[in-house]
């Protein structure tokens, strides 16, 4: 024959094979197998000599050759064995599933030493054993992501092989360190995922220890092998602000300054961390014939050359704060250079230091202070004209240029500012300083910092303890300025404010199950007569601690289930109540003893109490008692727990009665009863007693008696509760020598 083969490829391939079949004669029929197959399986860590299945030839009729089985192919490495005589398949090996799954094997029989034989093949599974823990491929991997990656964002995924199959390879992934980090893993995919934006966190970078478990039974881990992946996630920061101009953009500078002379210093923050927020300084327009040179670090401006007022007084800078980002970003400002004039001529004031004060909250014009100079020049040089020196106090006065008066042009502030140091000059640069002192008045209420404050305590905070410091400020001096303390409302008396400091303390335990929440005022007053005064609100949250015990509402119950109903049967719902929240009020419940043959189970979340077998009213396991009801009973001990930290709990008895069911027949104490007696015997004596014992309680085990045959003649009276049997006629030996009685019981 040529056998051809050919696979299903868009190109079609094939190849030929030549088959030779020889045509026995019958006396050399082979012996054949009884099956064309056979399928085995073994575990693969069967010890050597393990048996696996045995093989069956039967030898053609009239034949007296014996069979003999070989393996003729399809074990190389020899790892198996077959009996010749009986054909039994043993290991010769260790077995690997592994390595190789499924082994096919090609076994002969022979008669004899007939040269005919005939074949089967043998499949012989090797199951396999959990045996291969999960390991990673890397023991550590780093990986980045931008702190304003949004929750649920993957941002690794772990990998992890086991050699093993079916559920002895499946893979769980879990985090052995997930306290306090902002990440999960998908236990199936072993995708690390964002569970919380990482914006606030001043945690830069985090390492998450990775374990990966199997699924077999008992189920291996990596940590078996000390083999954990170390994932170090670092938080980048984003590029996300441009810096910002916090110095002045207005400078002044006297002509006569040396080159090297600090002007100015350009200050810029960006609030973005790192390279991110690293600024540099650069001029970009306005620095005519480069009067100025500007330090890119540190943002001095300081002079290049000398400087001449009269041929430029003013430069408009183009300032560029540039940070170190990518892309980089960027503000501008123009900051203005005055070039402040020098004279040649000195003329000299009288007085170099003027020194006086003047009260607050006046009218503008209020005279302040008259100063003078003199100048040994003459002319028009000689003639003296008074002005204020470019400052920051400058706007708020007013010289009269010829006569050297000083007035306010605005009212004054001493909470803004206490003293002013001011410079004049007549119109040749002689200076003269007036410092001038503010009076103050109480014209500011104290303030505090927020008009609101929430805060939580834990209600077992001890008493005494301090829970918030408040502040106020108040702008005036002396005890106009003096903050006192104070609490407003009613805080049921939990809490009291130290006047002094502001420090507000508990004064008595507090209790979340009878009050959660506190909110009062507290207020802030100075100390002057008038007593101007500011509030805040306070609102004091109590955090529940796990402090109350689930009690149940009965300490004993009692319930009844009929025997024979099928498992899961509802019998009794207990209920117990946490007065305390959350994670510490929710409550679980379990049989604490009393269930040695896990006849009842409960659910944990409803505290509903079913059976979990079929249950025997006459075989009920029971404490030990006399009362036979009792007797049918199952003293079980509840136990209610809640999920604090430690868990609280407290018990209940259930009583469970197995209620009878009449599924148990009388049995006699004797399934025969021989009694001997003398002919003689008188009526109404009292032959025999019979008894018969029922397993069921109460009517179901009483028992009547009744003879059914064998009492034709009535000789015999039975009683049909006692079982006792009398004679009714007289006997006669002679006449009859045996009575076969046959007695129901019922």
Known sequence: LTVSARDGGGLLSATNAAVTVNILQTALAPAIFERSRYA?????DAPEDSPVGTVKAREPPNSLDVVSYRISSGDPHGRFSIDPQFGVIRTQKQLDHETQSVVMLTVQSQLGNSPVYSSTQVNISVIDINDNPPVFLTRSDKVTISHTRPPGTAVYIAHAEDKDSGLNGAIKYSIANKQSNPFSIDPSLGVVNLTRTVFADKQQEYTLHIAAE????????????LDSLAVKIVILDTNDNSPSFTSSPLSYVMEDVEVGFLVHRIIAKDPDEGRNGQVTYHIVSGNENKAFVLDKITGLLTTAQLLDRETHECYNLTVTALDDGSPALSATQVLTIIVVDVNDETPIFLKQLYETVVHENQDPGQFVVKVEAVDRDAGLNSLLQYEILPGTDHGKF?????SGELVTTASLDRETQEVFHIKGRPSRSSTAQLHLT???????NPLFAKTQYQISVREDLEEGSAILHLSASDEDDGLNGEVTYSL???TFGAFAIDSVTGSIVTTKALDRETKSQYTFRAVA?????????????ITVLIQDVNDNVPRFEQSYYRASVWEGQRAKTDIIQVFATDLDSGLNGETEYSILSGNENAAFLIDSARGILATNMVLDHENASSYSVLDKEMASSHRLVLLASDHGTPSLNSTAIVLITVLDVNDNPPVFSSPEYHIHVKESISVGSHITEVSANDCDAGTNAEVTYTIISGNDRGHFRLDGKTGSVDLMKPLDYEDTIKFTLVIQAT
């Open 40 to 44: 085995f399986s073994v575990p693969e």
């Open 214 to 225: 199997d699924c077999g039974s008992p189920p291996l881990t990596s940590l078996l092998m």
């Open 398 to 402: 007013k010289m009269n240029t010829n």
């Open 438 to 444: 503010v009076l103050d008045e109480n014209d500011h």
């Open 488 to 490: 407003m409302d009613d």
């Open 525 to 537: 007053s100075d100390c002057s007569t008038h007593l101007p005064r500011s509030t805040t609100v």
